[in-house]
C-alpha cells in the first residue's frame, strides 16, 4: 500500500504540471475558438527568457541576491511575453479575424517555429538552469503507517501547489471577472461579441498574454526540473491528450484531465509495464486520448457542438 500511494501521489503531482501546461490552450481557445499549437514554444521561450535574465541580472543590477535576480527575471520574461501577445495579435490574428479555423491553425504553427528560432537566436541555444529555490531533497511521509515511509518529492510538492493555486486563481478570473466574460463571449461569436462593443483586439491581447503567464509559470517549473532546453517545447506534446480528454473549453477539464492522465502514465507503467517490457508512459496518454476521440469527442467537460444543416 505504501509503495502504491507513493505512485499515486507521484502522478497527481505530474498530472497538475501537465494541466498547468494544458491551461494554456483552454485559455486561447475559450477565448478566441484557435487551438494554439504554439503553446509548447511559448512555455520554453519564456523560459529562456527567465533564464537569461536571471542570469544576467546580477551583472548589470551589481548585486548577488538569487531573489533580486530571480524577482528581474520573472518581471523582464513576463513582459517579453506581453510584447509577443501584442505583436501575435497585432500582425498575425487581427489580419485573420472570422477567418476558418484551418487557417487559424497553421497560423498558430508558424508562430511555433518561429517563437522556437527566434528564441534561441535570443537567448542562445545551450543548456540553461533556473533556480528559484524549489527544495530537491525528498521527504519521507507517513512513516508511522507504512513501514518505511512514502517516499515524495518536495519539488514536485511545491509545483503541484504553485499549479493548483494558478489553475483556481484563472478559474475565477473566467467566472467571476468582467473581462472574464467578454473572453467567453468572443469565444461563442466574434462578430456578435464586436457588435455589442467588445473590443475585439484588446481581448485577444489580454488572453496571449494571460496565456504567455501561464506559459512562463509552467517554464520555470518544467526548467527547474529538467533544466531550459529544446526538448521543453515538447512537453506540450503531454498536454494535447489533457485538453482531449477534459475538453479544449473547460478549465476543470485541464485539471481533471492532467490528474488522470498523470496518475494513469505512473500506475500503468508501474504495474502493467513489467508484463508488457515497459514504455508505457510514453503512450499511454495518447492512447487514451485516442479512445475519447471514438467515444466522446468532446473530452468530459467539453461543449457538445451540434450543426444544423
Do not use: C
Not at 523560459?47 to 543590477?61: D, H, I, Q, S, T
Request: aromatic share 12%; no cysteine.
Amino acid at each position: 500500500m505504501g509503495f502504491f500511494l507513493e505512485t499515486l501521489i507521484g502522478g497527481l503531482m505530474t498530472g497538475m504540471l501537465y494541466s498547468l501546461v494544458a491551461l494554456g490552450f483552454v485559455l486561447i481557445f475559450k477565448a478566441s475558438g484557435v487551438f494554439n499549437f504554439a503553446q509548447g514554444a511559448m512555455v520554453l521561450f519564456a523560459a529562456l527568457a527567465m533564464a537569461r535574465f536571471a542570469e544576467w541580472a546580477p551583472k548589470l543590477l551589481g548585486t548577488d541576491s538569487k531573489l533580486v535576480a530571480n524577482l528581474v527575471g520573472f518581471l523582464a520574461a513576463m513582459a517579453v511575453m506581453i510584447a509577443v501577445a501584442w505583436l501575435i495579435e497585432r500582425f498575425v490574428l487581427g489580419k485573420l479575424v472570422n477567418q476558418e479555423g484551418i487557417t487559424l491553425l497553421m497560423a498558430t504553427l508558424g508562430i511555433t517555429y518561429f517563437l522556437d528560432g527566434f528564441g534561441q537566436t535570443l537567448f542562445g541555444s545551450d543548456i540553461y538552469k533556473i533556480d528559484v529555490g524549489l527544495p530537491k531533497d525528498p521527504i519521507f511521509l507517513f512513516e508511522s503507517l507504512f513501514q518505511g515511509g512514502v517516499l515524495v518529492s518536495q519539488e514536485d510538492l511545491a509545483a503541484a501547489l504553485i499549479a493548483a493555486t494558478l489553475v483556481g486563481a484563472l478559474s475565477l478570473f473566467f467566472q467571476k471577472t468582467a473581462t472574464g466574460r467578454a473572453l467567453r463571449a468572443v469565444a461563442d461569436d466574434h462578430q456578435a461579441a464586436q457588435s455589442i462593443g467588445i473590443p475585439l483586439s484588446r481581448i485577444w491581447v489580454i488572453v496571449w498574454s494571460v496565456a504567455g503567464f501561464v506559459a512562463l509559470v509552467a517554464g520555470i517549473i518544467w526548467g527547474s526540473k529538467l533544466g531550459v532546453q529544446f526538448s521543453l517545447s515538447l512537453v506540450a506534446l503531454k498536454a494535447l491528450p489533457v485538453v482531449i480528454l477534459g475538453g479544449l473549453t473547460s478549465v476543470p477539464g485541464a485539471i481533471i484531465g492532467g490528474l488522470i492522465i498523470g496518475v494513469g502514465e505512473k500506475l500503468s507503467e508501474v504495474y502493467i509495464g513489467p508484463m508488457l517490457g515497459g514504455g508505457i508512459e510514453i503512450w499511454f496518454a495518447y492512447v487514451l486520448a485516442l479512445v475519447f476521440l471514438l467515444v466522446r469527442p468532446q473530452g468530459l467537460f467539453g461543449e457538445k457542438i451540434i450543426d444544423r444543416v
